[in-house]
């Protein structure tokens, strides 16, 4: 099981925008649909799992409360011109573009787009080097977190168990607005899993937020007591094992346990796990057990 799981929230798109993103890579498709009846005010969810490049994510419908931007984007790395402009043509039909695609200094074939739910992807030629990780989350450190990006990596470093920082390349000096020392692109792993991450100075309007989540996965208790612990930082954010860091970047801390929970056929034990998990800020697993078993 991947430690750490890309979580995307959708209004009610969730299904459709899978459907989509499964079609587009080879090695992809929808693992598991659960319908969640959550009781008033929260309301009927559809919590969708799947692989894209052979990589885990997940995706929810369940409300018009967070909406997607690019300070948290996917790159996609491409061994190819043709995959370029096919993924590039179905991922900015109907969205936004933000950097055309077009010849860089750092990548002769490269666009960032957000596609027509609202997520970004940068899409990138990388030519003859070899492709380990087919889809990177980035994280963009802007406004008032600008100038984090190395802190936070470290922060990161320090939590997380299996890690590497694989390269730090920084803005020097003439390069203003962006300040000499921050991170032009990092790229690091955790738990085995390559992130990115740059410091941008623009002018921005917009931020983390729980419209991209990442899911760790737990196998005790004592597991998820130590990244709640370590990871939370705005008690106000706390809610169903949602937890939001001190960079703004928003986990979920959950036990492994819940897939089984989640994916039970039996209504009246899906129905007594998610009411235990509406009371939860951090998640029991005894106690979800409990729910579970009846």
Request: with cysteine; aromatic share 14%.
């Amino acid at each position: 099981m991947q430690k750490i799981v890309p979580h995307f929230w959708f209004d009610t798109q969730a299904r459709e925008a899978t459907a989509f993103y499964t079609s587009l890579f080879d090695n992809s498709k929808i693992t598991s649909v659960i319908q969640i009846h959550n009781p008033p005010p929260y309301g009927t969810a559809e919590l969708i799992s799947m692989s894209l490049a052979g990589q885990d994510f997940m995706a929810i419908s369940a409300g018009p409360y967070f909406r997607f931007n690019p300070s948290i984007s996917i790159r996609i790395d491409c061994a190819s011109l043709k995959e370029i402009d096919f993924l590039w043509e179905k991922l900015s039909e109907g969205g936004a573009v933000l950097m055309p695609l077009d010849a860089y200094p750092f990548s002769k074939r490269y666009g960032w787009t957000e596609d027509r739910y609202g997520l970004s992807w940068q899409i990138m030629y990388v030519g003859d080097r070899e492709i380990e990780q087919k889809l990177t989350p980035t994280l963009m450190f802007t406004k008032k977190r600008c100038g984090k990006a190395e802190e936070a990596i470290l922060f990161y470093e320090s939590v997380f168990s299996d890690t590497e920082i694989e390269g730090m390349d920084y803005y020097g000096f003439g390069e203003e607005p962006d300040a000499p020392g921050t991170v032009r692109f990092a790229s690091f792993k955790l738990e085995g899993q390559t992130f990115a991450a740059m410091d941008s100075v623009q002018a921005h309007d917009f931020e983390f937020n729980e419209a991209i989540s990442f899911i760790v996965n737990c196998e005790t208790q004592e597991e998820i007591d130590y990244y709640w612990e370590a990871l939370s930082y705005v008690p106000e954010a706390e809610n169903c094992g949602w937890l939001k860091d001190k960079y703004g970047v928003s986990w979920q801390i959950v036990p492994t346990d819940m897939n089984e929970m989640m994916e039970t056929p039996d209504p009246e034990k899906l129905a007594r796990v998610t009411e235990a998990t509406l009371k939860m800020k951090k998640l029991d697993l005894a106690e979800l057990r409990r729910a579970y078993e009846g």
